[in-house]
Every structure is written in C-alpha cells, then in structure tokens.
C-alpha cells in the first residue's frame, strides 16, 4: 500500500508560480511511475504532468508545456510539480498518483494510488 500528500497548494495571482509536493510512503515509491492531475469544479479530471519511475521521458499536456515542470526525488520518495505563469483558468484541485506498470499518459490509464489533492487557486 501506497499513501500519497499532497503539499503546497493555495491562492496565487495570475503569473505567478506554485511548488506542488508530493510525499509518498513505501519502500517501492522509487519503482512507480507518478502523474500529478486536476480537476476544476464541472470538469473532468485531466493529466497535467507525468514522470516515469526513472525521472526520464517526463509528459506535459499542451496546455502547460513550457511552464510546468515535474521532477522526483526517489531518495525523499517526493515528486514536484513547479508552476510557472500560471492562469485563472488553471484552478482546481490538483492530485497526485502512483501507477505500478509504467509511465502510462493516455485518457484511459489507470493509477493505482491517489493522494487526497491540494486546492490551487489563481486569481485574476
């Protein structure tokens, strides 16, 4: 079993930046690929950002390419999500999740372990 926190969410005015972290407990966290998500109220859960086990072959959704930035520290079993220039557009909630079979970004991927996320709020 996995649990997974989320950490550093809250309001940001437009253009400015947040460090979403994500703390994970188990001696396996090292072995997962991990994805941070959002979810704005009447919305549908999107992928914002995924990292494979390795720190490689990191994946950004167009919207936040150039912008965000997803890294881990196995060795702190942490994964971050650094958000630059952010938009009003761009609250929500924001989670974490672990999925055990690899780096997986399409709609349909599933990911086994899922924080409890962090509200990220943008203001105009």
């Known amino acids: 079993q996995v649990q997974l926190v989320e950490s550093g969410g809250g309001l940001v005015q437009a253009g400015g930046s947040l460090r979403l972290s994500c703390a994970a407990s188990?001696?396996?966290?090292?072995?997962?690929?991990m994805g941070w998500f959002r979810q704005a109220p009447g919305k549908e859960r999107e992928l914002v950002a995924a990292i494979s086990w390795s720190g490689g072959r990191p994946y950004y959704a167009d919207s936040v390419k150039g912008r965000f930035t997803i890294s881990r520290d196995n060795a702190k079993n942490t994964v971050y999500l650094q958000m630059n220039s952010l938009k009003p557009e761009e609250t929500a909630v924001y989670y974490c999740?672990?999925?055990?079979?690899?780096?997986?970004?399409?709609?349909?991927?599933?990911?086994?372990?899922w924080g409890q996320g962090t509200q990220v709020t943008v203001s105009s």
């Open positions: 999740a672990a999925r055990i079979k690899g780096l997986c970004v399409s709609a349909g991927c599933f990911y086994d372990y």
């Open positions: 188990g001696r396996t966290f090292s072995s997962y690929a």
